[in-house]
């Protein structure tokens, strides 16, 4: 996970505070490099600390919610720890949102927040609130360092505690760690001795399961004719991608996958939500599989949710390596703690090959929307449908693509999976906000076109991370704007409440035009196929700073024409 780089001892300045010289110290030599913060005073021996390491690339955001969410990005891109640093009081609070979004997201994220020290909190004093374990139910671990270092023993405690919160964000899957920092004033106060720690291994999880756990398992298997496995979202793994392709070629196996799970292949079932739409009333118990097994994280459908929950399976595996048990639909009845490349190249040796009519029916139904999809699209008025159908094919292969919440990922679902291209969306929580921050994030550690396309409220709700000095040229934004909060008129309730356009929808007339000028991005507007169609070729260019595209589309026509879609799908 670490790679560890060659440690040279630097004669630099750093905090007097010992306790986070020497975090500043073994996070170096844990292999991690980068660090967002959010300026303040009371977090000044941090700001001494880590921008004075010259081993430590240290950006400043001054929004704490924009910046949390850009180290979000930044920790997908490399897979490793990105550490985030605030003042004290309620700026620690602004981190929640991505901190959540990283538990659920399964991210690595170092979260480090300044305090005062024990005897100043709730007295009035300025600035502080209760900050042990302030994030709660949404962190691996959470660790205070001892404010004071005194002795060898503190010493050996504090560094115990920072390798162990290091490697928790790590392993057995990656996550948010929390680290409280009481410091008492003087706080401004530098020195050039600093503290060394001494790096601790991780401990060592069993990653070859015996052999007789497979034959178990695969026991269980060969009794079903029909095994369903769905990908949720997951980072680019190319040697799962190879064994999956493998594994379900000439078997009776079906694999579903969505955009976000990041996975390829001619005999995958992608595009869920199609061909749910076109499974009629009596084929139902047809398509409900013996055995279903799933990995990865949350997923996008619930088509697919709503159908297993109502259409049960005799069993459903769920696979991860720590061994979590979320029971999406309902039904789960054995965690499997197991890599999903591990458990799939390995059990290939020993399930049975079934005749492939379960396979079979679901790739004719793939293959049957695709078809019908394609004649609705070639027919279909220009709305946000239309504009994804363009957008989506014109998107040059190498790009990362950042999918928006609410509707932006919904609508990408409908058009399957383009290889060479990764996926991206914040679906931990699915929420709005920090959209523009995390693609924002990911663009910065990566030289390569990041893409964020997005619903106008998703955009204007993070406009603030807009409010960046370390925005770079290839983080390029689309905002479909069709005037609110368009996911609200496809949901049955909202969609014919005499209150959809105040309070569900949120109906406005603000543009990005304004908001793109103020923070130097390059603004591009669009209001048809055509005009989209003849601006796109510019957009994708190589240009010296970000660059905002702006498509409006009819705000009330859209879920008419969804609905449709969905209609005309069934046949």
């Given at each position: 996970?670490?790679n560890?780089?060659?440690?040279?001892d630097?004669?630099?300045?750093?905090?007097?505070?010992?306790?986070?010289?020497?975090?500043?110290d073994?996070?170096?030599?844990?292999?991690?490099s980068?660090?967002?913060?959010?300026?303040?005073?009371?977090?000044?021996?941090i700001?001494?600390a880590?921008?004075?390491?010259?081993q430590i690339?240290?950006?400043?955001?001054?929004?704490?919610?924009?910046?949390?969410?850009?180290?979000?990005g930044?920790s997908?891109?490399?897979?490793?720890?990105?550490?985030?640093?605030?003042?004290?009081g309620?700026?620690?609070?602004?981190?929640?949102?991505?901190?959540?979004?990283a538990?659920?997201?399964?991210?690595p994220?170092?979260?480090?927040?300044?305090?005062r020290?024990?005897?100043?909190i709730?007295?009035?004093?300025?600035?502080?609130?209760?900050?042990?374990?302030?994030?709660g139910?949404y962190i691996?671990?959470?660790?205070?360092?001892?404010?004071n270092?005194?002795?060898?023993?503190?010493?050996?405690?504090a560094?115990?505690?920072?390798?162990?919160a290091?490697?928790?964000?790590?392993f057995?899957?990656?996550?948010?760690?929390?680290?409280n920092?009481?410091f008492?004033?003087?706080?401004?106060?530098?020195?050039?001795?600093?503290?060394?720690?001494?790096?601790?291994?991780?401990?060592?999880?069993?990653?070859?399961?015996?052999?007789?756990?497979?034959?178990a398992?695969?026991?269980?298997?060969?009794?079903?004719?029909?095994?369903?496995?769905i990908?949720?979202?997951?980072?680019?793994?190319?040697?799962?991608?190879?064994?999956?392709?493998?594994?379900?070629?000439g078997?009776n196996v079906?694999?579903?996958?969505?955009?976000?799970?990041n996975?390829?292949?001619?005999?995958?079932?992608?595009?869920?939500?199609?061909?749910?739409?076109?499974?009629?009333?009596?084929?139902?118990?047809?398509?409900?599989?013996?055995?279903?097994?799933?990995f990865?994280g949350?997923?996008?459908?619930?088509?697919?949710?709503k159908?297993?929950?109502r259409h049960?399976?005799?069993?459903?595996?769920?696979?991860s390596?720590?061994?979590?048990?979320?029971?999406t639909?309902?039904?789960?009845?054995?965690?499997?703690?197991?890599l999903?490349?591990?458990?799939?190249?390995?059990?290939a040796?020993?399930?049975?090959?079934?005749?492939a009519?379960?396979?079979?029916?679901?790739?004719?139904?793939?293959n049957?929307?695709?078809?019908?999809?394609?004649?609705?699209?070639?027919q279909?008025?220009?709305?946000?449908?239309?504009?994804?159908?363009?957008l989506l094919?014109?998107?040059?292969v190498?790009?990362?693509l950042?999918?928006?919440?609410?509707t932006?990922?919904?609508?990408?679902?409908?058009?399957?999976?383009?290889e060479?291209?990764?996926?991206?969306?914040?679906?931990g929580?699915?929420?709005?906000?920090?959209?523009v921050?995390?693609?924002?994030?990911a663009?910065y550690?990566?030289k390569?076109?990041?893409?964020?396309?997005?619903?106008?409220?998703?955009?204007?709700?993070?406009?603030?991370?807009?409010?960046?000095?370390?925005?770079t040229?290839?983080?390029?934004?689309?905002v479909?704007n069709?005037?609110g909060?368009?996911?609200?008129?496809f949901?049955?309730?909202?969609?014919t409440?005499?209150q959809?356009?105040?309070?569900?929808?949120?109906k406005?007339?603000y543009?990005?035009?304004?908001?793109?000028q103020?923070f130097?991005?390059r603004?591009?507007?669009t209001?048809?196929?055509?005009?989209?169609l003849?601006?796109?070729?510019?957009?994708?260019?190589e240009?010296?700073?970000?660059?905002?595209?702006?498509i409006?589309?009819?705000?009330?026509?859209?879920a008419?024409?969804?609905?449709?879609?969905?209609e005309?799908?069934k046949?």
């Amino acid at each position: 996970m670490y790679n560890m780089p060659d440690f040279t001892d630097l004669c630099t300045m750093t905090s007097d505070k010992k306790s986070i010289s020497l975090l500043a110290d073994i996070f170096v030599k844990k292999g991690l490099s980068d660090i967002v913060i959010s300026p303040g005073s009371r977090n000044a021996p941090i700001i001494l600390a880590f921008a004075n390491n010259p081993q430590i690339n240290a950006l400043s955001i001054i929004d704490e919610r924009s910046a949390a969410f850009f180290a979000l990005g930044m920790s997908i891109e490399k897979q490793k720890a990105t550490a985030i640093a605030c003042t004290s009081g309620s700026a620690a609070l602004n981190y929640a949102p991505a901190i959540a979004e990283a538990f659920y997201q399964k991210v690595p994220l170092l979260i480090l927040t300044a305090d005062r020290p024990p005897e100043l909190i709730d007295v009035g004093d300025g600035q502080t609130i209760r900050q042990k374990d302030v994030y709660g139910n949404y962190i691996k671990a959470s660790f205070e360092l001892p404010e004071n270092i005194d002795s060898q023993g503190a010493l050996e405690l504090a560094n115990r505690m920072i390798n162990r919160a290091i490697d928790l964000a790590h392993f057995p899957e990656p996550g948010p760690v929390h680290i409280n920092l009481p410091f008492s004033e003087p706080l401004y106060n530098t020195t050039v001795e600093a503290v060394e720690g001494k790096v601790l291994l991780p401990g060592i999880t069993d990653k070859n399961p015996k052999q007789s756990c497979f034959k178990a398992l695969a026991g269980q298997w060969n009794k079903y004719d029909k095994i369903l496995l769905i990908a949720g979202q997951q980072i680019v793994n190319s040697k799962l991608n190879e064994i999956l392709s493998e594994f379900v070629t000439g078997k009776n196996v079906v694999l579903l996958t969505e955009t976000t799970s990041n996975l390829f292949d001619k005999n995958f079932v992608g595009c869920i939500d199609n061909v749910l739409t076109a499974i009629n009333e009596d084929e139902l118990d047809f398509f409900k599989p013996g055995l279903l097994i799933t990995f990865g994280g949350q997923v996008v459908s619930k088509k697919i949710k709503k159908y297993l929950r109502r259409h049960k399976p005799v069993e459903h595996w769920h696979l991860s390596p720590a061994g979590e048990a979320p029971d999406t639909y309902q039904c789960l009845t054995k965690p499997v703690a197991m890599l999903p490349e591990l458990f799939f190249e390995t059990m290939a040796n020993y399930v049975n090959t079934s005749p492939a009519a379960y396979a079979k029916a679901w790739m004719q139904k793939r293959n049957s929307v695709i078809n019908r999809r394609e004649d609705f699209l070639s027919q279909l008025e220009y709305s946000d449908l239309k504009v994804f159908d363009v957008l989506l094919q014109h998107i040059p292969v190498g790009t990362t693509l950042h999918l928006g919440n609410s509707t932006p990922v919904r609508y990408a679902q409908l058009f399957g999976t383009r290889e060479f291209i990764t996926y991206r969306s914040n679906r931990g929580v699915s929420g709005i906000d920090g959209q523009v921050s995390t693609a924002a994030g990911a663009a910065y550690a990566t030289k390569n076109t990041n893409l964020l396309i997005t619903g106008d409220v998703g955009f204007l709700y993070d406009s603030n991370g807009l409010m960046n000095q370390n925005l770079t040229p290839n983080f390029k934004i689309v905002v479909v704007n069709n005037g609110g909060g368009g996911i609200f008129r496809f949901i049955p309730g909202p969609d014919t409440s005499p209150q959809l356009e105040k309070f569900f929808e949120t109906k406005h007339n603000y543009t990005a035009e304004k908001i793109a000028q103020a923070f130097n991005i390059r603004y591009v507007k669009t209001g048809s196929v055509r005009e989209l169609l003849y601006a796109l070729p510019e957009f994708f260019n190589e240009s010296e700073k970000p660059v905002l595209l702006e498509i409006f589309t009819p705000g009330n026509t859209n879920a008419i024409l969804l609905r449709k879609y969905f209609e005309y799908l069934k046949g």
